[in-house]
């Protein structure tokens, strides 16, 4: 399982970006990974990041992440296992609404 994780991040990354058309290109040597909104203040606009839940089962779980944290301008990969994607702090202010 450890070294199936960095080849799926590999996949994913590389997917990503070759689905998306943009000029821009994101940063591919470092990855924010996640698995609090405390966390995810860490993460800076534009980087690649991984949510990993601490426990699995809910499934809006993946969905509210990605509609807080990633930038809908770039390929946003979820799985009750986790979200891949261009993060984005736009939607920060939304955190106390949703709570």
Request: proline content about 5%; charged content about 15%.
């Amino acid at each position: 399982m450890k070294k199936t994780l960095p080849m799926l991040l590999a996949i994913a990354a590389a997917s990503l970006l070759s689905a998306c058309g943009k000029a821009d290109s994101i940063p591919q040597d470092t990855l924010c990974a996640y698995s609090t909104d405390e966390e995810a203040k860490a993460c800076k606009p534009g980087q690649l990041s991984y949510f990993q839940p601490s426990n699995w089962g809910n499934q809006q779980l993946p969905l509210q992440v990605a509609a807080t944290y990633c930038d809908f301008n770039y390929q946003v990969m979820h799985t009750q296992a986790g979200v891949l994607c261009v993060f984005t702090d736009k939607r920060l202010h939304l955190l106390n609404q949703q709570q």
